[in-house]
């Protein structure tokens, strides 16, 4: 087992060494030049050259990626070009409220998730399921600006319950969080619901019941476990998709995220903010994934992953 | 026709700005007061040597002071931290005389050697500053910009309160480049302890002090009460929170929680603030210094051909796109604003006259037109500009093909010679950066301009009008003011003869604040202290 | 004659018929559209607009009211169910060959080949996806083409993991260990059990992606780099009206609900097929 994590670590480190090459290739190809931004529409040539030089824009690609591979294994990802600060600084005041809406965001989606699908795998075909899924579906095919948009005006415009956006304590959190849950839940809830449905077909479910065990007994001890699994890696995945919800989200918002940073980023094209953002939620997709993988054979024995 | 010259002096340019806050000019400012302005993009710095952008243009003005500005909510330049100055005969030498026992946010008097230092500061290459260019004209600019000395020579200090500066050839326009964020006088004790830091952590003369920042969400300004100018400012704390959405900002405005939205109206609310007293009331409108336009690359075929560009002057109709965007502009017929000195209210223009703008063009040989492409940024409402422009030129038989894309693509494009046959300005359009009409010329439609990775996406080159605006801008005596408004309008209807642009809209400004704000509401457009002057406004 | 029979059995569900019409109508419509829209979805109408340049509201001569350019906005939702159409199949068939392609060969064949591939998902996983399709759109300049393959470049990734999870899932149970120990061959354990049991989850990834892959061409416009204008897409109809959303609901309400529609369509098909082709199902209802 040791063994099999320091490999998936060795791994990990692997995929964002590619990652980082990756972006900042992508990024290298995007027809703007950086020093002409930054010595602004009065700049003569010469101060733009000058710039350029300071930067290391000059040098080949190659060149610019070794250096800025060195500079991040010192723990420095750079200057923004747009706001003059460290990248590590501005990641870091905004990773706290970025965190908290994740934690919060996905814990919703998982509890509206699983408390649906569940529902909706024991109800099946009745009016309940069908109502549920349809939901489901509706959150999952809904823009999170739209979504985003409308709780903000009923809830809180119209009906004052929560405040208008900003930073904040629990009731702040509250509503970009149930956005988040409510949209990323619908696919928590097919999983569960088609898995469970698969789960209770199967023979050890019989089983279970024909040993007489209660019913609310199979399904906790024995249905839901077995339903879960595949929602376990989603997780991971998601961390992946939820970060694009969560640009939109937090613009609509206020909250001061990463998603936030990202966003403003692209927009002026601040190649270091964009690079460092896009390192950050990689480490953190990879961390998720790894957690995955590991927690899968603890819940499904079934599979032993030190074959995959 | 000979073109007449109506807006004569710079204080005239805003007058009408003036008047509109005369009605609130009655009850006299209280001291005292906290109040919210909101954001949505962050507030990338406070450094004046850096910052460039629309949030912290008028905060850095708020902490920081330069030797001249204007006096509040207008255009006329008056001394701030010099008592005054004198310019010798040949209009090279600037002699200014500073004020004593201004005091520095951290407790020391500001001196002369402060202002050489701030100078040379914002011109040194490794300050990476963008408003650099702007000081070229002083002696010894090449010198410090390309590294080979580490001072401006033409910048000296005969004692501890005067500073004179040098120019290579006389400048009418430096008074109003003393008075840029870029030539705010900073302590240099404090740069050298925070470093590149320095807009983190600002220290200025300015009637604030910043007391906290929480980055990408909010900033907090206090009084400072050892502020020069007396009673100067009035608020004691400015709260602005940042990423805040502008339609969100309206809806706490509208409750209470908010005073200033600094993004202005979004689109969508426009209308019902325009058209209800209650809302109308809290919006104030506002001249900007700025012209939309179409560019139209002379240097590629079929654009070369002048009467091809003159066709597509005429094909466009502006009165339908200022419909489309709500009227929150007026259309335009010459590169000037209206508000800019030099601007001839006499100008026609190209008429919108379709049938003429295709005979035009079958004259010039395209009598079915022809393919180009247009591009454009891709924020809302610039695509949908593009699309009105699109539909136009289809009318006379040009297909444009539509290039939505990230400002920074659109900027690289029109800056390369060969790309980009037609840009549409909006979002990157220009703003003056001082109101003063050569700051329209040079960069934008000027052969300096013209260059890779210059501003003028027209690729215009007229070395004739060129040499006339290097005469306009040694007309720096006073009593010549009028004569060089006139040279610069004449300069830039000339080129209007040579259509490297279309004209399309001079936008206007509106800021939205809550009821119980006061102060004339041109402060809360002021021209200069963009987007609101902090300093002069007050909680009724 | 099977899918004819599953399709009949299908009908009989009220909400799948009904799905299946509405896709119908959408395919009906793009193919038709010159035929179908009243006016050119491009022409920007003097009148379609007032004075003060709001658009109109849903009216005789408009059924669907006008855009923020005065355009007939029924016109433009009936040929923007092309581009979301041609985008949602194209992208999205693009994606689900992709991702099973890789996920089997992960999962099942495995070897280097295996490894090597499950090692690109990784590294494509750990993109956010929506960073990536920005980039890769900001260098290939948008086009309608360039936009379905940008979204299955991102796409096809959380199919393979999916699909390799369940692989393996599948792999690992006691049948197939038993098929294996009486000496059946790969490819008739490949043919006969795994993608059997693999298909309900092509087709619940294939149906769901569909409206993946309109919300991410929404995404995409709304960030600017989707189709160009003037192409209309629902997805760009709503982004360009977003901003009015509060004062001219029907802007984005109409091309909305329309693409909730055809998702939830494709997916009351999907669901439906899903119960009629998964073979642990199969007479247990």
Redesign the interface.
């Known amino acids: 087992m040791i063994w099999f994590i320091t490999k998936r670590i060795a791994?990990a480190m692997?995929?964002?060494l590619?990652?980082s090459f990756?972006?900042y290739l992508?990024?290298y190809?995007?027809?703007?030049?950086p020093a002409?931004?930054?010595?602004?529409?009065?700049?003569?040539?010469?101060?733009?050259a000058?710039?350029r030089h300071?930067l290391g824009l000059d040098l080949p690609f190659y060149q610019q990626y070794l250096r800025y591979l060195g500079n991040l294994l010192q723990g420095d990802l750079g200057?923004?070009y747009?706001?003059?600060?460290?990248v590590a600084?501005?990641i870091g005041?905004?990773l706290g409220a970025t965190l908290q809406l994740m934690a919060a965001g996905i814990a919703c989606e998982l509890v509206i998730g699983i408390a649906l699908g569940m529902l909706a795998a024991l109800k099946r075909d009745s009016a309940i399921d069908?109502l549920l899924?349809?939901f489901s579906?509706?959150g999952?095919?809904?823009?999170h600006?739209?979504a985003a948009?409308l709780l903000?005006?009923v809830f809180?415009?119209k009906l004052a319950w929560f405040p208008?956006?900003?930073?904040g304590g629990v009731s702040h959190l509250l509503l970009p969080a149930i956005t988040l849950g409510l949209l990323g839940s619908g696919?928590y809830s097919?999983m569960v619901r088609?898995s469970m449905?698969?789960v209770l077909?199967q023979d050890f479910i019989r089983t279970a019941r024909a040993k007489g065990l209660t019913r609310a007994r199979v399904i906790l001890r024995h249905v839901l476990p077995n339903a879960i699994?595949?929602v376990i890696?989603m997780i991971?995945?998601d961390i992946?998709?939820f970060?694009?919800g969560l640009?939109?989200v937090?613009?609509?918002?206020?909250?001061?995220g990463i998603g936030?940073?990202?966003w403003?980023a692209?927009?002026?094209?601040d190649i270091p903010v964009?690079v460092g953002?896009?390192t950050v939620?990689?480490v953190a997709?990879?961390v998720g994934?790894l957690l995955a993988d590991l927690i899968i054979p603890f819940i499904?024995p079934?599979?032993?992953i030190r074959k995959? | 026709m000979k073109a007449t010259i109506t807006k004569l002096a710079l204080s005239v340019a805003v007058a009408s700005l003036t008047l509109a806050g005369v009605a609130q000019a009655d009850d006299a400012p209280k001291a005292g007061g906290d109040i919210v302005v909101t954001y949505q993009n962050d507030v990338a710095t406070l450094d004046p040597a850096i910052g460039y952008d629309w949030q912290n243009w008028s905060m850095i003005k708020s902490l920081f002071d330069g030797l001249m500005d204007y006096k509040p909510g207008t255009t006329e330049l008056v001394p701030d931290l010099a008592e005054s100055y004198t310019i010798s005969d040949d209009g090279k030498t600037y002699t200014f005389k500073l004020r004593h026992g201004v005091k520095f946010h951290n407790g020391r008097e500001m001196k002369a050697s402060d202002v050489k230092y701030s100078l040379e500061r914002t011109v040194n290459p490794k300050t990476q500053s963008p408003g650099a260019g702007f000081f070229s004209s002083i002696v010894g600019f090449d010198d410090l910009a390309s590294d080979k000395s580490d001072q401006l020579r033409g910048v000296t200090t005969p004692d501890d309160y005067t500073v004179q500066i040098t120019l290579s050839a006389p400048d009418a326009t430096f008074l109003h480049v003393m008075a840029l964020n870029f030539a705010s006088v900073v302590p240099k004790e404090a740069v050298d302890k925070w470093g590149a830091d320095f807009g983190k952590h600002p220290v200025g003369t300015g009637a604030y002090k910043l007391a906290d920042w929480a980055l990408g969400q909010r900033l907090e300004f206090v009084k400072n009460s050892d502020y020069y100018k007396p009673g100067i400012p009035y608020l004691d704390k400015i709260d602005f929170e940042i990423g805040q959405e502008p339609t969100v900002a309206l809806m706490r405005l509208e409750r209470g929680e908010v005073d200033i939205a600094g993004d202005g109206v979004p689109p969508a609310r426009f209308l019902q603030f325009k058209n209800d007293p209650q809302h109308q009331k809290l919006m104030v409108t506002g001249d900007q210094l700025q012209t939309g336009y179409l560019t139209m690359n002379v240097t590629m075929a079929p654009l070369d051909d002048v009467k091809v560009r003159q066709a597509i002057n005429m094909a466009i109709n502006k009165d339908r796109i200022v419909r489309i965007i709500n009227g929150r502009a007026k259309p335009a017929n010459q590169p000037l604003p209206p508000a800019m000195p030099g601007y001839d209210k006499s100008y026609q223009g190209y008429p919108y006259d379709v049938d003429k703008a295709k005979a035009l063009l079958a004259e010039a040989g395209h009598p079915n037109g022809f393919d180009t492409e247009l591009y454009v940024m891709n924020t809302d409402p610039q695509p949908r500009i593009a699309q009105a422009i699109q539909q136009d030129l289809a009318n006379i038989g040009i297909h444009a093909e539509i290039k939505s894309l990230a400002q920074a693509n659109v900027i690289a494009a029109g800056g390369d010679k060969d790309q980009a046959p037609l840009v549409w300005s909006g979002g990157m359009a220009w703003i003056a950066d001082f109101p003063d009409p050569s700051n329209f010329w040079g960069p934008i439609l000027g052969c300096e301009g013209a260059v890779s990775g210059g501003w003028n996406w027209a690729w215009y080159c007229n070395e004739k009008l060129d040499a006339e605006a290097q005469k306009a801008d040694a007309m720096v005596a006073p009593e010549q003011q009028q004569a060089r408004a006139e040279l610069w309008g004449k300069i830039f209807t000339d080129a209007m003869v040579d259509a490297p642009w279309v004209p399309i809209f001079n936008e206007q400004r509106f800021t939205v604040h809550s009821a119980r704000m006061g102060g004339s509401d041109a402060l809360y457009v002021d021209p200069v202290h963009v987007p609101v002057n902090y300093d002069y406004i007050w909680v009724k | 004659m099977a899918a004819l029979r599953i399709f009949l059995t299908m009908c009989r569900r009220p909400s799948v018929a009904v799905a299946l019409a509405f896709i119908v109508i959408v395919v009906v419509a793009s193919l038709l559209a010159p035929w179908i829209a009243p006016y050119d979805p491009n022409e920007q109408f003097f009148e379609g607009l007032t004075l003060e340049g709001a658009p109109l509201p849903p009216n005789a001569t408009y059924w669907l009211g006008t855009d923020l350019l005065g355009r007939d906005l029924f016109s433009r939702i009936v040929y923007g169910a092309r581009t979301s159409l041609i985008i949602g199949i194209v992208a999205n068939g693009i994606a689900v060959v992709i991702g099973t392609l890789v996920g089997i060969t992960a999962g099942f064949v495995r070897g280097w080949l295996g490894m090597a591939l499950m090692r690109l998902t990784d590294l494509m996983m750990a993109f956010p996806a929506l960073l990536l399709a920005i980039a890769l759109a900001a260098i290939l300049s948008p086009s309608l083409w360039i936009v379905a393959l940008v979204i299955a470049m991102v796409n096809w990734v959380q199919v393979a993991r999916v699909i390799y999870s369940e692989t393996i899932s599948i792999a690992a149970r006691e049948f197939v260990a038993v098929e294996r120990t009486i000496g059946a061959s790969s490819l008739r354990i490949l043919f006969s059990h795994l993608l059997p049991h693999l298909v309900p989850t092509i087709l619940v990834w294939a149906t769901l992606g569909i409206s993946t892959t309109v919300l991410l061409e929404a995404t995409l416009s709304f960030l600017g780099i989707g189709v160009q204008p003037p192409l209309p897409s629902w997805g760009n109809i709503i982004f360009e009206s977003q901003s009015y959303f509060t004062s001219a609901s029907w802007l984005v309400l109409f091309p909305g609900v329309a693409i909730v529609a055809l998702s939830l369509s494709f997916n009351l098909v999907g669901d439906a097929l899903r119960d009629e082709l998964d073979p642990t199902l199969k007479g247990r209802r």
Do not use: C, K
């Open positions: 791994y692997l995929i964002l590619g990652v990756i972006t992508l990024l190809l995007i027809p703007a030049d002409r931004q930054i010595a602004g529409r009065s700049a003569t040539a010469e101060v733009v000058n710039i300071q200057r923004s747009v706001q003059r600060s460290e600084a501005l005041s905004r069908r899924m349809a579906f509706i999952v095919s809904s823009p600006f739209i948009m903000l005006y809180a415009v208008m956006g900003g930073y696919w097919r088609s449905i698969e077909h699994t595949p890696p991971g995945i992946g998709i970060m694009g640009v939109v937090e613009s609509v918002f206020g909250w001061p936030q940073l990202a403003q692209i927009q002026q094209v964009i953002v896009t939620s990689a997709i990879i994934n499904d079934r599979i032993d995959s």
